[in-house]
């Protein structure tokens, strides 16, 4: 298992070149601590300790590591291995690694590669990041219906070194189109002698290849498959996305749809890899933008300075009531966001949500305002204490609605709902609020 | 796969009673997709098609089930048949179920099953939600170290139909210490008459049962393990882990994430199953603590009533600058809640994160501050412009360091930080925000 405090004891064996050691550290451990090791190490040191392993094994450590130390190891190597290292990694891995890559590196890497792979290659590269196509791999396992159990068993042993995953098996027909799906556990619970076609399942969920690759996530986890058959549009086999992508596209997709609601790009490298300039980047657009819609604030209180020249009070209560409306909006839209992207609500359901929220929201501002109502009359009188509950109320509702059907016609015009979420949200409650607010006031007050 | 056009038809098939045709559909189809069509269906109906497949495959689709619709069928059976369905659901499926129940079904349903059975589940059920232990499952396959790779491969084989999966197994010794692991591919690749103990792997990654179901989740999608084993703190092994608990647990933590973000609590049923009451429940408390923290802007404001009486003008900008600096505190917050989630940051970072979120934030707040100096002195004069643009700077390289603070602040002291994310900071900030801002604007005006 990981463990930092074997760092030492590594570098030493490396030293020493003690060389069976650090054999058995490449072949018994797993892939993932391997690497975790390495990420300790300088490149020299990687590269010794990985040369200890088989090309194949180096290939299994390779997209372990972090994106930064990838940088480096390819750059700390001859051409030739890399290329030998690329033809043995698995074909998804692969294209991680060179999409990473810069255009030189790639130009310089495609050439010493096998035809056929060089081909696979640049199949899977073309797929635009985030469809299906782009996370899934080509080395499946492929069986023919006329085969018998005992015949794709022995196929599947001869293979399992090339392929993604020997657990699931597709069966196609002579044009490659999916006609059927067994599992080893099929396999090795049917008599040797029964043919594919007979054990094999006809009714296979597949996706396909420029679908969404969040969209395909939730469909492997809802039928809680290892694996999901990725088909082009004429319904031929072209790859299979394994559960260990899904996760991985889950977790990705987790945090972009978290950074964005704080109104920041995710980042591309670890935080502390990022440089202030990075961050400061992926976050100077939102902020400013941000901004500019909240000039229009500034606007709606220029309209009222008299009013508010009048009764200087009327300016306490500005940001308490923007900040509650603001929070209610982020309530109503961070809720909306994610039904969206569960599909427990679509785009058809507007008024039916905005109806929902809209009465949630007067709620909300009703519960405030009659707090508000109490302590405000105590201190400031019956005046503002009025126009204040009154308010909370007409700005709760009105943040509840606006921040329901934001994303909801986001998601109409093609916009991802997550874009348009609370910091969008609060800024354009913070207007409409203020505008409420004075005139309820000028109301009350009779100015 | 799952087609609303078909409802019709199942419908008539059970109307006419055609038995071949539903037991078909309950033998070929995917247990999620049954699941799909019998929501569709009255409890009757959805009983009636259920019936038409035996316990084990009833107790397959069962889990498939949205909350709602579980509790209906649960309700529509007789409590002998759903102590039969039970028996024959897989350990972590029936401990989920039994956990959404209420007592007085559990206690109804118990005392049915048998005794090992019961004791299986009291365990399972003891330990609290979030723990790894409360999502594994018990049906794991173990092996000895002295079988050979046939006598292991016919063990599973047999135990195929009671394990959650036959693609890992384990290696206990005498007293149940985990001491190896093989795959199901490891077993077909090799000779039937090795030991188990000469290809099993012995640097095994297990997880405590008491660890956080999260943490166990990034392991397993670390190392991309199908299964992981829990252990005791004896490390006696007690269970698995599969990947799709793991793919469950992510989208449900993923889930919590980001409507928290929103300052609401999860809701336990989907959206629209969920009355208007239980939506303002899971976001009153909130709202109310976080208009309860902005009265703090009423008392900084009522300090500096006099200034405002004076310079109304100050009061347009109020919203804007607020806004500001609750976006760069809530862009600080996300990023290091995310980071702290994935371990990219830790407690122990305070002020390496404080000096450079201190550092952004500067130059944030310099970039808009430099717009704001330009527009703000052509509308509304140099002073203004002098205050607005100095309070811009000033606040977003406090909020940003507010922001990247309370995080990691809230981990050292045990709170969960995504609990005091960029709603909470957004408060913080508006109050101290307006602090600097009328402290700034007396300096320069010279009042």
Redesign the interface.
């Known amino acids: 298992?990981s463990n930092p405090l074997l760092l030492p004891e590594i570098r030493q064996m490396l030293a020493e070149k003690e060389t069976q050691g650090l054999a058995e550290i490449m072949t018994?451990?797993?892939p993932?601590?391997i690497a975790d090791f390495a990420e300790g190490l300088t490149v020299e040191e990687a590269w010794a300790l990985l040369s200890h392993g088989d090309v194949s094994r180096q290939a299994e450590v390779f997209p372990?590591f972090s994106a930064e130390k990838e940088q480096e190891l390819i750059e700390g190597v001859g051409r030739e291995n890399m290329s030998r290292l690329l033809e043995a990694m698995s074909h998804d891995d692969r294209v991680d690694l060179l999409k990473r890559c810069d255009k030189t590196t790639v130009d310089g890497l495609l050439p010493l590669l096998a035809k056929a792979e060089r081909e696979d290659i640049r199949r899977l590269l073309h797929f635009p990041e985030h469809q299906a196509g782009s996370v899934m791999t080509t080395d499946y396992a492929a069986l023919r219906q006329g085969q018998t159990v005992g015949e794709a068993?022995d196929q599947?042993?001869r293979e399992?070194p090339d392929k993604e995953t020997?657990?699931y098996a597709y069966v196609l027909d002579e044009a490659r189109h999916l006609i059927g799906f067994v599992s080893?556990?099929d396999l090795?619970?049917a008599d040797t002698s029964n043919l594919i076609k007979d054990i094999m399942?006809?009714?296979v969920?597949r996706v396909r290849a420029d679908q969404d690759q969040e969209e395909v996530a939730r469909t492997?986890?809802?039928?809680?498959f290892?694996a999901m058959p990725v088909v082009d549009n004429h319904d031929h086999m072209i790859g299979i996305i394994t559960?260990?992508d899904?996760?991985?596209v889950?977790?990705e997709e987790?945090?972009e749809?978290?950074?964005r609601?704080?109104?920041?790009e995710p980042?591309e490298k670890?935080?502390?890899a990022s440089s202030?300039l990075k961050?400061?980047r992926s976050?100077?657009v939102?902020?400013?933008m941000?901004?500019l819609a909240?000039?229009l604030?500034?606007n709606v209180?220029?309209v009222f300075?008299a009013t508010?020249?009048k009764v200087?009070?009327l300016?306490?209560?500005?940001?308490?009531l923007?900040?509650?409306g603001?929070?209610?909006g982020?309530?109503s839209?961070?809720?909306?966001?994610?039904?969206l992207a569960?599909d427990?609500?679509n785009s058809r359901d507007l008024f039916?949500v905005v109806a929902?929220e809209a009465?949630?929201g007067f709620?909300?501002g009703f519960?405030?305002g009659t707090?508000a109502l109490m302590i405000v009359w105590a201190f400031f009188g019956s005046d503002m204490a009025i126009i204040l509950s009154t308010s909370l109320i007409a700005v709760c509702t009105l943040a509840s609605s606006v921040g329901a059907s934001m994303p909801i016609l986001a998601t109409r015009v093609g916009v991802d709902p997550a874009v348009v979420?609370?910091?969008f949200v609060?800024?354009i409650v913070?207007?409409t609020g203020?505008l409420v607010y004075f005139l309820i006031a000028r109301a009350v007050l009779n100015i």
Not at 261 to 264: F, K, S
Not at 315 to 320: A, E, G, T
Not at 333 to 339: E, F, S
């Open positions: 298992m018994e451990l797993h993932a601590s372990f068993i599947l042993r399992a020997i657990y080893l556990r090795i619970l399942r006809e009714d969920v492997l986890a809802k039928y809680d290892l559960y260990d899904v996760i991985d889950l977790l987790a945090a749809d978290i950074v609601q704080g109104a920041t980042l670890d935080y502390f202030i961050l400061l976050r100077v939102w902020l400013f941000l901004a909240a000039t604030t500034v209180l220029s300075e508010l020249e200087v009070t300016s306490l209560f500005i940001p308490l923007i900040g509650v603001g929070n209610a982020a309530q839209a961070t809720t909306i966001v994610r039904c569960t427990e609500v039916r929902r009465r949630v709620l909300l519960t405030l707090f979420s609370a910091p609060t800024t913070d207007a203020l």
